[in-house]
Each structure stands twice: as C-alpha cells, then as structure tokens.
C-alpha cells in the first residue's frame, strides 16, 4: 500500500522568510499524482497545489512551490515570503487508484507557525 | 462555488449510541469521502463512495458503516459508538479528469463519545 510520511510535527519562522515541509511517499506505480493541502485554525482543509510525478517541472503557485525529486521519493512545500496568515497545518496526500477510482492518502501533518 | 455541508457539526453520544454523521455536495462529484482527523494521525480514511449506491472500504473501517443513497448525500454511520470514536470527522467530495485528487472538504464534526 501506498504510504506519505511527513516527520516534522511543527516548524515556526518569523515572517517574510522562506519555509520547507518535507514529505515522502512510498508507491508502486509508475505515475502518480502528490498533494499539499492546508488546514487552517477554524478547521478549513483547502487544496493548494498539486505534483503530477511525469512533469519534471516543479509545481508553483502564488508564493507555494514544491521541491519535487523523484529520486529521493520526496516532496516538499516551499512558501516564500511567509505571512502570519499562512499559520496553519500542512499535509501532504497522494492519490490511490486509478481513473475515477481514486482516494488520497495524508500525512500526518506539519504545524506550521509564522511569528511576527 | 463548490459547497460541501455536513451535519451535525458537534455532536455528543452516549457509548453503544446510534450516530449518524450526514455530508450533502453541490459539485455534482461521483467522488465522496469520510475521514477522521485525530492529533498525530492526520486525516485517515474510513469509507469513500464512487458513486449513488457504491460504497468502499477504506483504511480504518472498523466500527463504521457508510451509505450513498445519492449522488449528493453520503453519510457515515456508527451503530454502537464507542469512546475511541472520539474525533473529528470531515466529509469530501472530488471530481474527475483534470481536477483528479482535488477534494473539497466540509467543515468537519465534532463528536464526542461518553
């Protein structure tokens, strides 16, 4: 079975610095698709940006980016640039299955906290 | 918008209580999930659904049931609860083709086992 693991439980910054949370996952198969999302204090779990294992380009959205190396089976989250706002939990998913018949394997997170 | 409510949003039971936590979806997703967040743990999953009528087994099964009677609603069952199912539960919906693995989650409920 598939397995994502993230081995930091909490990492705090001072704002406007740059962040990486760490997470690797185990898979048999030979594309796949990672995930981050956040959760934030009210409880809000959102999408932020996604990996497809065949691009070799690193995924980057607004002040997110991943650290994709395929080799290590490792995939982590960059935020440039923290803002309070981005306290907040992480985690990292993978998708299971295939075609419509998928579900997503989470981490267990990382609490990230931005001080001022 | 994508919307995905789900009711009760706190809850508290009594052990060997009947619970039924409840998720409708207004995104037309074939997709729907159930998950419990607990500290250490993440978000694990219990049952999912590809569809009215589908149900599947997910990680953690044991000691709950699931039901899709249609494409919008999807609920999660607890016949006898137990204290151990003390958690958070939030429910998901995700679509298909270009937006594969995109859930989009609810607000999540509380429950409480005595």
Known sequence: AQKVT???TSISVVEKTTVTMDCVY???DSSYFL????????GEIVFLIRQD??????????????????????IGLIIT????EDSAVYFC?????????????????TQLTVMP | ??????????????????????CNQTNNHNNMYWYRQDT?????????????????????????KASRPSQENFSLILELATPSQTSVYFCASGGLGGRTGQLYFGEGSKLTVL
Request: without cysteine; hydrophobic residues 30%; charged residues 20%.
């Open chain 2, 1 to 22: 918008e994508a919307a995905v409510t789900q009711s009760p949003r706190n809850k508290v039971a009594v052990t060997g209580g009947k619970v039924t936590l409840s």
């Open chain 1, 93 to 109: 998913a993978m998708r299971e299955g295939v075609s419509g018949s998928w579900q997503l394997i989470f981490g267990s997170g």
């Open chain 1, 81 to 84: 640039a923290t803002q309070i």
């Open chain 1, 26 to 28: 185990e898979t048999r």
């Open chain 1, 53 to 74: 294992s065949y691009k070799k380009e690193n995924a980057t959205v607004g002040h997110y980016s991943l650290n994709f190396q395929k080799p290590k089976s490792s």
């Open chain 2, 40 to 64: 250490g743990h993440g978000l694990r999953l219990i049952h999912y659904s590809y569809g009215a009528g589908s149900t599947e087994k997910g990680d953690i099964p044991d000691g709950y």
């Open chain 1, 35 to 42: 995930f981050w999302y956040k959760q934030t204090a009210s």
């Open chain 1, 6 to 8: 993230q081995t930091q």
